[in-house]
C-alpha cells in the first residue's frame, strides 16, 4: 500500500492521470502503460486514475460507468500490471470500504467535501485520502475537512485544487490556494483539467478549455505544487465523460517534460 511519503520524495511533483471513467480494460491499460513509461523515465511518482462510477451528471441519460466491481477489478488489474498505486472517487459512505479493497487511495470529489460521514468512512479504510477542494470554499477552509479524516484515525490527507466558482458557467484558478492550502501541511495537487471546466451549458454537459491545459499545469508547477492531476484518453472528442476537458494521450510525454524543466528551474 502506498503511502504519502513515497509520492512527495521524489525530485519533481508527483503525477495523478488517466481517463476520467473506466471505459474498459484495454483502454485502462494502455493509458497506464504508456503514462508509466513516461514518469519511469522522468522521475516522476505515478498514479494512475480512474472514476469507476460517475455520480455527478447533469443529465440523467449521461454515461455513469460500465459496472461498478467491474471497473474496480480493472483499476486493481492496472495496479498489479505495471507496480503503480490507483485513484479513483467515492460518493457515498458505503462506497468507501468497498472501493478501498481494489485501489490505493481514495478521493471526495469537490461537491462532497463538507460531507462528515464519507470524509470518516474513507479515513477509516485506512488508505490515503485524496480531498478535492470545493469550488465554493477558500482554501483556508480545508483545514476543516482534513480534520475530520485526520480526527477519525488517518493522517494520510492530501488536498487538491480545482478551480473556483466564477459566475454560473466558468472556473478560475486562483493559485494563491496551492500555498495557502500547503501551509496547512498536506500535499497538495493542481486538478488541471477540471480546473478548465466550464460547467452548466445548456445542452446538459459540461464545455472546457483543454487549450489551456499546459498554461494551468505550468504555472501550477511553478508556484510549487506537490502533485499534478491530469485527465487524458487517446481520443477525448469520444470519450463517453469529459469529452470537452481531457488532455490527448499523445501530447502527455511532451506537457511532461516542460513540467519536469519548470520543475528544476524552481528548485
Do not use: W
Not at 463538507?114 to 479504510?125: G, K, M, N, P
Not at 465554493?136 to 493522517?155: C, H, I, R, T
Not at 452548466?200 to 501550477?220: C, D
Amino acid at each position: 500500500m502506498i503511502n504519502i511519503s513515497e509520492l512527495t520524495a521524489g525530485t519533481h511533483f508527483f503525477l495523478l492521470a488517466g481517463p476520467c471513467v473506466i471505459e474498459g480494460e484495454e483502454m485502462a491499460l494502455r493509458i497506464a502503460e504508456n503514462i508509466a513509461a513516461a514518469t519511469s523515465r522522468m522521475g516522476i511518482p505515478y498514479v494512475f486514475k480512474g472514476s469507476y462510477r460517475k455520480a455527478n451528471r447533469s443529465r440523467i441519460d449521461s454515461f455513469t460507468g460500465i459496472g461498478d466491481e467491474k471497473a474496480l477489478k480493472i483499476l486493481r488489474r492496472v495496479g498489479e500490471t505495471f507496480g503503480i498505486p490507483t485513484v479513483t472517487d467515492i460518493h457515498e459512505v458505503h462506497e468507501a470500504e468497498f472501493a478501498a479493497e481494489y485501489v490505493d487511495i481514495l478521493q471526495i470529489p469537490a461537491f462532497l467535501c463538507r460531507q462528515t460521514e464519507l470524509l470518516a468512512a474513507a479515513a477509516r479504510t485506512g488508505r490515503i485520502v485524496n480531498i478535492k477542494k470545493g469550488q465554493f470554499l477558500s482554501p483556508e477552509a480545508m483545514q476543516f475537512a482534513a480534520q475530520k479524516v485526520v480526527d477519525a484515525g488517518n493522517p494520510n490527507v492530501m488536498l487538491t485544487e480545482r478551480g473556483t466558482t466564477f459566475g454560473y458557467t466558468d472556473l478560475v484558478v486562483d493559485f494563491r490556494s496551492i500555498p495557502k492550502m500547503r501551509q496547512l501541511g498536506y500535499p497538495v495537487i493542481t486538478d488541471v483539467t477540471h480546473s478548465l471546466q466550464q460547467p452548466n451549458q445548456a445542452t446538459g454537459v459540461s464545455g472546457g478549455l483543454p487549450e489551456l491545459i499546459e498554461t494551468i499545469a505550468k504555472a501550477a508547477v511553478a508556484v510549487g505544487t506537490d502533485g499534478i492531476f491530469i485527465e487524458t484518453h487517446p481520443d477525448p472528442l469520444n470519450a463517453k465523460s469529459d469529452a470537452t476537458n481531457m488532455l490527448p494521450l499523445g501530447l502527455l510525454d511532451g506537457l511532461l517534460q516542460k513540467l519536469v524543466r519548470i520543475s528544476e528551474a524552481v528548485k
